[in-house]
């Protein structure tokens, strides 16, 4: 039996501690200490960004299980045509549910409030398309006071409580899918602000400090999974357009819904300028409420080109 | 035998009218937004009367109610069978009169009132006002349809879906004559059709000259069970004689009769007019009185915004041709077509206005001109429609909350389809914001902003009927506003959402 000597014991451990440390000065790389959000961007052909992005945090089965019952938040608000960029995808919208299928969901409920009448948005974002199987995949427009409940705002200053959908309350995943477009208020309409579609009286949030509001939003709707439709973004005259239409065609995605909303403002200029998600008020005001991470620096990303 | 023969025509009969009824439903049902077919309105093309007043009242031919050549030419040959197969006036009133059992007949008759009243509309109309939508039956089945019927059923249907039940500001009037219209019933079986109904009065006045008639031959013994079964009461059987005017081609007598001396057949005959002079002269006086009277009698300035829907026809010649049947308040897919009270005057009743608290006119429908009968609303393709400007929104600044309380609100620059709300960095009261204001040249009017106005009480952004466009005919597309619509939006300032670094 070899017994390990104290000089021994000094030597292993100091060339351990040379080896451990010889990389900071050989490579000077500082991506270990990022341990922030992951974030999946996939950029190129239209019909497999979604997957492609997924894939790169970790696949659809992270976030769904075998038998969730699972709604999807598309932005199909406004009665504008596909191509203008101020609604969602149909494409977008249909790979998302694939994936969810695919992941073993029981039900998939793809739902919004629109601003404008639900039966011309339905028609004019073309979302029936995403209904690939009938009996899984169902679509509901908000429409009424009915399907909303009281929901208490405990992080709230300005909103105390707020009328979210029950619809959303009663599934087991929430999965957020806006489309990247400009907003004549709060600048942009991503991730954090496309869950005002989830929200009976949003006029009422309009009356009060509104960027605030939206962040306070965020602390009861919190979405599972974000995906940003960014294959073509509305870069002014949003968020009903018309408008500057920009072709990007890509696809961000990512569970904290403050890092992709952050991300997503610098992948394109708005109005004409460039901007970072830390000019954005209501994506400033969301990551000081402690709902995620802001500095992109500080993030994981993961590009992909497909 | 006779007994057996008598419910089989009864039956047959009744499936036709029922098989007429039931289409003049679907119809209904269908006139909903996202048909492009163009067929909801079918009925109103086969209506003589439509083109009758209305093409007097408007001193053009109407073209799309041609089609009611065919009915009159049938009725010149076969007499007055539209009342009693086909019009769902007649069978809605059937029903109601079986409902009720109303079985009384009482010895008098006023049938000579729907030649009045038909010599009324022909005189208002030449003088230049057309009354027919108080009168005629297919727009006061409709309109009733719709303003009362429909918003009673959406709200059930309300319960069970997501559909947001149809509202409308006026109803009680419609509800009012309809049930007047089926509570005559009381007095006699098909009260309406036999004395008051103009269309009626109209089929009557050609069927007195209808190849076909039902009369008597040779050998009645007086029996007197024809006059009983008689639904319109046109038999006189002491007289053996059948009035044709009167007779809607049901066919009773002739398989009641045990002597079987009632025959529908080729009978080449008038059958007089016995009017009094009288009541001739009250029913001209009346049609010529009525025209200037409707006009002075409540000033269309009185109430409120009127807003006509897109494609309107200039307001004269709407009064004139709309025939208030309420077809475009029930397909438009916001609720913001509403009947006018007293808007548009006493002949304006019932006419469509948007109101656009309740809804907005939607950038891409234009089924209003679509499934309009009359074309009171020209069906204008989607793209032209875009065009038309039916108003101006105005900002009210004491009461916007973005102007007076510095709110980051601009629902309604967002709200626009138009872009033709910019929201521009303005100082008010030494503070820096974005407000929003109305390009006039490029909004039409469409009232999308003032419907999602979120401040209490009457919107702060109203439409008003500033500049609106009324063309009878050409393209609303000019070379102007569409240079006005390409060009970028210029006047937009960077949203206040924005941290502006200062570079």
Same mark, same amino acid.
């Given at each position: 039996?070899?017994?390990?000597?104290? %000089?021994?014991?000094? %030597?292993?451990?100091?060339?351990?501690? /040379?080896?451990?440390?010889?990389?900071?000065? +050989?490579?000077?790389?500082?991506?270990?200490?990022?341990?922030?959000?992951?974030?999946?961007?996939?950029?190129?052909?239209?019909?497999?960004?979604?997957?492609?992005?997924?894939?790169?945090?970790?696949?659809?089965?992270?976030?769904?299980?075998?038998?969730?019952? /699972?709604?999807?938040?598309?932005?199909?608000?406004?009665?504008?045509?596909?191509?203008?960029?101020?609604?969602?995808?149909?494409?977008?919208?249909?790979?998302?549910?694939?994936?969810?299928?695919?992941?073993?969901?029981?039900?998939?409920?793809? +739902?919004?409030?629109?601003?404008?009448?639900?039966?011309?948005?339905?028609?004019?974002? %073309?979302?029936?398309?995403?209904?690939?199987?009938?009996?899984? /995949?169902?679509?509901?427009? +908000?429409?009424?006071?009915?399907?909303?409940?009281?929901?208490?705002?405990?992080?709230?200053?300005?909103?105390?409580?707020?009328?979210?959908?029950?619809?959303?309350?009663?599934?087991?995943?929430?999965?957020?899918?806006?489309?990247?477009?400009?907003?004549?208020?709060?600048?942009?309409?991503?991730?954090?602000?496309?869950?005002?579609?989830?929200?009976?009286?949003?006029?009422?949030?309009?009356?009060?400090?509104?960027?605030?509001?939206?962040?306070? +939003?965020?602390?009861?709707?919190?979405?599972?999974?974000?995906?940003?439709?960014?294959?073509?973004?509305?870069?002014?005259?949003?968020?009903?357009?018309?408008?500057?239409?920009?072709?990007?065609?890509?696809?961000?995605?990512?569970?904290?819904?403050?890092?992709?909303?952050?991300?997503?403002?610098?992948?394109?200029?708005?109005?004409?300028?460039?901007?970072?998600?830390?000019?954005?008020?209501?994506?400033?005001?969301?990551?000081?409420?402690?709902?995620?991470?802001?500095?992109?620096?500080?993030?994981?990303?993961?590009?992909?080109?497909? | 035998?006779?007994?057996?023969?008598?419910?089989?025509?009864?039956?047959?009969?009744?499936?036709?009218?029922?098989?007429?009824?039931?289409?003049?439903?679907?119809?209904?049902?269908?006139?909903?937004?996202?048909?492009?077919?163009?067929?909801?309105?079918?009925?109103?093309?086969?209506?003589?009367?439509?083109?009758?007043?209305?093409?007097?009242?408007?001193?053009?031919?109407?073209?799309?109610?041609?089609?009611?050549?065919?009915?009159?030419?049938?009725?010149?040959?076969?007499?007055?069978?539209?009342?009693?197969?086909?019009?769902?006036?007649?069978?809605?009133?059937?029903?109601?009169?079986?409902?009720?059992? !109303?079985?009384?007949?009482?010895?008098?008759?006023?049938?000579?009132?729907?030649?009045?009243?038909?010599?009324?509309?022909?005189? !208002?109309?030449?003088?230049?006002?057309?009354?027919?939508?108080?009168?005629?039956?297919?727009?006061?089945?409709?309109?009733?349809?719709?303003?009362?019927?429909?918003?009673?059923?959406?709200?059930?249907?309300?319960?069970?879906?997501?559909?947001?039940?149809?509202?409308?500001?006026?109803?009680?009037?419609?509800?009012?004559?309809?049930?007047?219209?089926?509570?005559?019933?009381?007095?006699?079986?098909?009260?309406?059709?036999?004395?008051?109904?103009?269309?009626?009065?109209?089929?009557?006045?050609?069927?007195?000259?209808?190849?076909?008639?039902?009369?008597?031959?040779?050998? =009645?013994?007086?029996?007197?069970?024809?006059?009983?079964?008689?639904?319109?009461?046109?038999?006189?059987?002491?007289?053996?004689?059948?009035?044709?005017?009167?007779?809607?081609?049901?066919?009773?007598?002739?398989?009641?009769?045990?002597?079987?001396?009632?025959?529908?057949?080729?009978?080449?005959?008038?059958?007089?007019?016995?009017?009094?002079?009288?009541?001739?002269?009250?029913?001209?006086?009346?049609?010529?009185?009525?025209?200037?009277?409707?006009?002075?009698?409540?000033?269309?300035?009185?109430?409120?915004?009127?807003?006509?829907?897109?494609?309107?026809?200039?307001?004269?010649?709407?009064?004139?041709?709309?025939?208030?049947?309420?077809? =475009?308040?029930?397909?438009?897919?916001?609720?913001?077509?509403?009947?006018?009270?007293?808007?548009?005057?006493?002949?304006?009743?019932?006419?469509?206005?948007?109101?656009?608290?309740?809804?907005?006119?939607?950038?891409?429908?234009?089924?209003?001109?679509?499934?309009?009968?009359?074309?009171?609303?020209?069906?204008?393709?989607?793209?032209?429609?875009?065009?038309?400007?039916?108003?101006?929104?105005?900002?009210?600044?004491?009461?916007?909350?973005?102007?007076?309380?510095?709110?980051?609100?601009?629902?309604?620059?967002?709200?626009?389809?138009?872009?033709?709300?910019?929201?521009?960095?303005?100082?008010?009261?030494?503070?820096?914001?974005?407000?929003?204001?109305?390009?006039?040249?490029? =909004?039409?009017?469409?009232?999308? =902003?003032?419907?999602?106005?979120?401040?209490?009480?009457?919107?702060?952004?109203?439409?008003?009927?500033?500049?609106?466009?009324?063309?009878?005919?050409? !393209?609303?597309?000019?070379?102007?506003?569409?240079?006005?619509?390409?060009?970028?939006?210029?006047?937009?300032?960077?949203?206040?959402?924005?941290?502006?670094?200062?570079?």
């Amino acid at each position: 039996m070899n017994r390990i000597t104290r %000089r021994d014991f000094l %030597r292993i451990s100091a060339g351990i501690a /040379v080896a451990s440390l010889l990389p900071r000065f +050989l490579f000077s790389t500082e991506k270990e200490e990022i341990t922030g959000p992951v974030i999946g961007v996939a950029h190129g052909e239209k019909s497999k960004l979604v997957k492609s992005a997924v894939d790169a945090i970790g696949g659809i089965d992270k976030f769904i299980k075998e038998g969730d019952k /699972v709604c999807i938040k598309p932005n199909i608000s406004f009665a504008a045509n596909v191509d203008c960029g101020a609604t969602t995808s149909p494409e977008v919208i249909k790979q998302v549910v694939e994936l969810c299928l695919d992941a073993g969901a029981s039900k998939v409920i793809i +739902l919004d409030h629109t601003i404008q009448e639900a039966k011309l948005c339905v028609e004019k974002s %073309r979302v029936k398309e995403a209904i690939i199987d009938k009996k899984r /995949v169902s679509l509901l427009t +908000l429409t009424k006071e009915r399907q909303f409940t009281e929901s208490k705002v405990t992080q709230g200053r300005e909103l105390k409580s707020i009328k979210i959908a029950k619809a959303i309350l009663s599934a087991d995943k929430l999965i957020n899918i806006p489309t990247a477009k400009s907003h004549s208020a709060t600048g942009v309409s991503l991730g954090i602000k496309n869950l005002m579609g989830l929200i009976w009286d949003r006029g009422y949030l309009h009356r009060v400090n509104l960027h605030r509001a939206i962040a306070e +939003l965020a602390t009861v709707i919190k979405p599972d999974l974000t995906i940003i439709d960014a294959t073509k973004a509305l870069t002014s005259g949003g968020p009903g357009g018309p408008g500057k239409t920009v072709k990007l065609n890509i696809v961000i995605a990512g569970a904290d819904v403050v890092a992709v909303d952050s991300f997503a403002v610098g992948i394109t200029q708005w109005y004409d300028k460039s901007f970072t998600g830390k000019n954005v008020k209501y994506i400033v005001e969301a990551s000081k409420l402690g709902l995620g991470e802001i500095d992109t620096g500080k993030m994981q990303i993961i590009k992909v080109e497909v | 035998m006779a007994a057996k023969k008598l419910k089989r025509d009864h039956v047959r009969r009744w499936l036709i009218q029922i098989f007429f009824f039931l289409l003049f439903i679907l119809f209904f049902i269908q006139t909903k937004y996202g048909l492009d077919v163009n067929f909801q309105n079918i009925f109103f093309r086969f209506d003589p009367l439509i083109l009758v007043v209305i093409s007097i009242a408007n001193r053009t031919v109407v073209t799309a109610a041609l089609l009611s050549i065919l009915i009159i030419v049938g009725t010149l040959i076969f007499g007055r069978f539209f009342c009693g197969f086909i019009c769902p006036m007649g069978t809605t009133i059937d029903i109601f009169d079986s409902v009720i059992r !109303s079985k009384k007949e009482r010895k008098f008759s006023l049938k000579n009132y729907k030649y009045l009243i038909l010599l009324f509309l022909v005189v !208002s109309a030449l003088v230049g006002s057309s009354f027919l939508h108080f009168f005629d039956p297919l727009s006061i089945l409709e309109r009733s349809f719709t303003l009362i019927l429909y918003p009673i059923i959406s709200y059930f249907i309300g319960i069970f879906t997501a559909l947001a039940p149809a509202v409308y500001t006026e109803t009680i009037i419609v509800l009012i004559v309809f049930a007047i219209i089926l509570c005559l019933g009381f007095i006699a079986p098909r009260f309406w059709c036999r004395n008051l109904c103009p269309l009626g009065g109209f089929f009557a006045l050609l069927s007195k000259f209808s190849l076909f008639k039902t009369s008597f031959i040779e050998g =009645c013994n007086e029996c007197g069970i024809c006059e009983g079964v008689c639904p319109t009461g046109a038999i006189n059987f002491e007289e053996a004689k059948i009035d044709s005017a009167e007779c809607i081609d049901c066919l009773r007598c002739q398989h009641e009769c045990p002597q079987s001396v009632i025959r529908y057949r080729m009978n080449i005959s008038i059958v007089p007019f016995d009017i009094k002079r009288r009541q001739f002269i009250t029913s001209i006086g009346a049609g010529l009185a009525a025209a200037p009277l409707s006009r002075f009698l409540i000033h269309p300035r009185l109430f409120g915004r009127l807003i006509r829907p897109p494609g309107s026809i200039p307001e004269a010649d709407f009064l004139n041709v709309c025939i208030h049947c309420g077809k =475009c308040m029930k397909v438009c897919p916001t609720n913001g077509l509403q009947p006018c009270i007293f808007e548009a005057g006493i002949n304006g009743l019932w006419t469509p206005r948007l109101v656009s608290v309740i809804g907005g006119c939607e950038k891409n429908c234009n089924m209003c001109g679509q499934v309009c009968p009359t074309s009171a609303i020209r069906n204008l393709p989607l793209e032209e429609k875009t065009y038309v400007k039916i108003g101006t929104a105005v900002i009210d600044r004491n009461r916007c909350i973005a102007w007076e309380q510095d709110k980051v609100c601009l629902i309604c620059d967002e709200a626009c389809s138009y872009n033709a709300i910019s929201s521009l960095n303005e100082t008010v009261r030494g503070t820096t914001l974005l407000r929003p204001f109305v390009d006039e040249k490029i =909004c039409t009017g469409c009232g999308l =902003c003032e419907a999602r106005c979120p401040i209490e009480g009457p919107a702060a952004i109203q439409v008003f009927p500033i500049g609106e466009e009324r063309q009878r005919t050409g !393209s609303y597309i000019t070379e102007e506003k569409k240079r006005l619509r390409a060009c970028e939006k210029k006047l937009e300032d960077i949203p206040s959402g924005f941290i502006l670094d200062n570079k």
